[in-house]
């Protein structure tokens, strides 16, 4: 029996692929976050949180962050409802539908924000007939939720929808059979296994959500202290060449950013482990 060691890999070997994939792992994303953590420290302490705790900064965090969780929650409940229909069912047009959950992917983010602020501004074809009603979307946070969403979705259907296709019905149709109604196969057969999928998909919206800068722009109308996101106050920054402020910002952004997302990851690493499903 051969062993472990000589079996032939398609790859080179492990140190040398390790190597290649830790390089390029530093030259993508460590030295670049390094930097801007190395630009803050340019900064006094005093400084940085004077910076960093400005009441206006303060204000764009809460849009972002606050925002990002409820459109990535929104995802969450509705991506699944859509990947659930795209794997279940056979209708007219699904294909068609099917390749339209990765338009967001391919559409420039300028291009969708014209495209939203054009739908639900006062004056277009969705706004104005929910102004009249006090439902102001355009230059409004609601605004940003709606882009949000719309470029956050087809993280949350990619991630489940593969999920929900290895799952085998003759479970759904096992616990029917004992008795459980569509909840109870809902919740107690059919979550336990798509909910760290789920996770995922809810991790990569948000993630995607925070940095968002170009389809929200258009539609936030970047009202002071209501609708200005904090990429927008790093861009204000830069033009103003206050270089370490916008890098102090930004590193606030990668520290919350990093928590939540360590957070939801340890929770998704937490129900594997639970339901005996490794990752």
């Not at 990535?72 to 229909?85: E, P, T």
């Not at 904090?230 to 033009?239: D, F, G, V």
């Not at 060449?241 to 590193?251: E, K, N, R």
């Amino acid at each position: 029996m051969a062993s472990h060691s000589s079996t032939k890999r398609v790859l080179p070997g492990f140190h040398l692929t390790l190597g290649y994939a830790i390089t390029y792992l530093c030259l993508i994303i460590l030295i670049p976050l390094s930097a801007v953590f190395i630009k803050t420290f340019e900064l006094s302490f005093a400084e940085f949180w004077s910076t960093v705790t400005d009441p206006r900064i303060m204000a764009t965090y809460r849009v972002s962050f606050g925002i990002s969780l409820l459109a990535a929650g929104i995802n969450a409940v509705f991506g699944l409802l859509l990947a659930w229909i795209l794997v279940r069912y056979t209708f007219p047009g699904r294909k068609i539908v099917d390749a339209l959950v990765d338009l967001p992917f391919a559409l420039p983010t300028a291009v969708a924000g014209i495209a939203l602020t054009a739908l639900y501004a006062g004056n277009g074809w969705i706004g104005q007939y929910l102004e009249p009603l006090g439902l102001k979307v355009a230059f409004a946070p609601a605004g940003i939720l709606v882009a949000l969403v719309f470029i956050g979705l087809p993280f949350v259907v990619r991630t489940v929808q593969p999920v929900l296709e290895d799952m085998e019905s003759e479970l759904e149709e096992a616990a029917s059979s004992l008795g459980a109604n569509r909840f109870q196969v809902f919740f107690h057969v059919i979550l336990p296994i798509v909910f760290p999928a789920l996770l995922t998909g809810f991790a990569l919206a948000f993630a995607r959500a925070v940095g968002e800068y170009g389809s929200v722009i258009f539609i936030a109308g970047n009202i002071p202290y209501v609708s200005e996101i904090t990429p927008l106050m790093i861009i204000t920054k830069l033009e103003q060449y206050d270089y370490t402020g916008a890098t102090a910002i930004a590193s606030v952004m990668l520290i919350i950013s990093f928590i939540l997302l360590l957070a939801i990851n340890g929770l998704q690493a937490w129900t594997a482990k639970r339901t005996g499903r490794t990752q």
